[in-house]
């Protein structure tokens, strides 16, 4: 029989979705505000592999990847989703969106996304939330899933995700936590 420990803490992300610089910096700072300091953000590059937010964001949108330095218990998820809901309404204009914010979580092994729509690979955390597995760490780097979206399988997704994974190790090791996972897997 396992025994049940201590589950570790993990590192928060939000992608974003924005059509200019300066509103991604209005969200960057309300993030901050919610989540504590910002200690990566992800050099932005064109989201374009599909046009499902055009109509109500505009052309031109940007896809970026921000991490928080105070790392989070794997649970919080679910509330954390639903406040990037509130904070994409709170930016939208005339009822549409402006901004996407998708938050999830980076371990040793994984990043886990949380999102609304059910799919038969998502499990159901709350409040109509579900989380989904999106990459697996594997031989030194994340690899995507069948399911992972295609902008999280670009290259600059990847090095973003094995950035914010190599920034949560050693914040692990800087906080005595115990690294169960292995670290090549």
Request: proline share 5%; charged share 20%.
């Amino acid at each position: 029989m396992g025994s049940v420990e201590p589950v570790a803490p993990v590192k928060l992300i939000v992608a974003t979705i924005t059509a200019t610089d300066s509103l991604f910096q209005k969200v960057q700072a309300c993030l901050s505000q919610h989540f504590d300091k910002i200690d990566f953000v992800s050099d932005p590059y064109a989201f374009d592999h599909t046009n499902y937010y055009q109509e109500e964001m505009g052309n031109s949108l940007s896809r970026r990847f921000v991490s928080f330095t105070n790392l989070i218990t794997p649970e919080k998820i679910a509330g954390i989703k639903l406040l990037c809901n509130h904070l994409e309404h709170q930016f939208s204009v005339n009822n549409k969106r402006c901004v996407n914010l998708d938050p999830g979580y980076v371990t040793l092994a994984k990043l886990v996304l949380a999102t609304t729509k059910n799919q038969a690979h998502r499990i159901y955390l709350q409040q109509s939330i579900y989380a989904e597995i999106t990459l697996k760490f594997f031989n030194k780097s994340f690899r995507p899933l069948k399911w992972t979206y295609p902008d999280y399988q670009k290259p600059a997704s990847i090095n973003a995700f094995n950035q914010i994974r190599q920034a949560y190790l050693n914040q692990l090791k800087n906080e005595n936590q115990e690294i169960t996972t292995p670290l090549t897997s």
